[in-house]
């Protein structure tokens, strides 16, 4: 049987949502259950070994908000240990772009020392951000999705991720 997924996001306007659903959906089938954070705890990641984590960046640099309240009230109490974790975010990479996706480094910088392995890296190329802590080196720790500047692509980056995903998740 496919290992199951658990894909945690939170949303303010429903961006990040739509996404997470385009990428349970790029999976097929019914490997990946949706959370939304403002409901989740913290044993609800004790289901999964392959955890997909969903944030937008928000008031420039800053998680959004019911991940900043998750990140401060649970975050610190958790082992990601032998859990893969991947990441992805919806940001503005021209109105925002000093702070382009931050909430993706700020989350992988945490869980990845809580002992998860990251996973789904990506390219920086054809973003046009100056700065960004999601940033190392010439890649994304996760997925920069940005519908505000260039929706036009996210389709076909959400199927490319979800392609390297599920040969790094190894189903
Ligand atoms: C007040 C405000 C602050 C924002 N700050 C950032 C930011 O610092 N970095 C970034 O990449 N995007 C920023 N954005 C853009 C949002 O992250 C983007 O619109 C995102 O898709 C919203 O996702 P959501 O609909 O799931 O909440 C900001 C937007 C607003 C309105």
Not at 34 to 60: E, R, V
Not at 122 to 142: C, I, L, P
Request: aromatic fraction near 10%.
């Amino acid at each position: 049987m496919a290992k199951k997924i658990g894909l945690f996001y939170g949303t303010q306007t429903g961006k990040t949502e739509t996404s997470a659903e385009e990428i349970q959906a790029a999976f097929g089938g019914d490997l990946v259950t949706l959370n939304d954070i403002s409901n989740a705890s913290a044993s609800d990641f004790d289901d999964y070994d392959c955890i997909i984590i969903g944030c937008p960046t928000w008031n420039i640099g800053e998680l959004q908000s019911d991940w900043d309240g998750f990140y401060e009230s649970e975050l610190d109490a958790m082992s990601f240990a032998g859990k893969k974790v991947a990441y992805f975010g919806t940001g503005d990479q021209i109105g925002y772009a000093d702070n382009f996706q931050d909430a993706l480094g700020i989350l992988e910088e945490k869980i990845s020392g809580l002992g998860g392995q990251t996973v789904g890296l990506t390219s920086v190329d054809g973003y046009e951000h100056d700065a960004s802590k999601a940033q190392k080196g010439n890649q994304f720790v996760g997925l920069a999705l940005d519908d505000d500047n260039q929706p036009e692509l996210s389709a076909e980056r959400i199927k490319t991720w979800v392609t390297e995903l599920r040969s790094a998740f190894e189903i």
